[in-house]
Nanobody
């Protein structure tokens, strides 16, 4: 079955960096476009970034453009989200999603606070 397991979240000060990972299994990872989404406390799910199956094309929501970088290693079945210059408003649970499907991981908490 499809499994997506996020890791790498934590507490970081404003301006700091974190790298999230998502280990995928149960499907042909190299064929699947992937997404990162996030949900802040009391708010709805927000799309953050997407990447094509081959990894050549990425897209980002405006609030993270220039600060976040999404990438993937198809040989390792792993998705990444490098987050730099973090802001308090980036605080949320971050999830990876298999594009075009209902599959989403359990999430990893990112808290940006001094």
């Amino acid at each position: 079955q499809v499994q997506l397991v996020e890791s790498g979240g934590g507490l970081v000060q404003p301006g700091g960096s974190l790298r999230l990972s998502c280990a995928a299994s149960g499907f042909i990872f190299s064929y699947a476009p992937m997404n990162w989404v996030r949900q802040a406390a009391g708010k709805g799910l927000e799309w953050v970034a997407s990447i094509t199956a081959g990894g050549r094309t990425t897209s980002y929501t405006g609030s993270v453009k220039g600060r976040f970088t999404m990438s993937r290693d198809n040989a390792k079945n792993t998705l990444y989200l490098q987050m730099n210059s973090l802001k308090p408003e980036d605080t949320a649970v971050y999830y990876c999603e298999k594009g075009g499907s209902p599959y989403r991981g359990q999430g990893t908490q990112v808290t940006v606070s001094s």
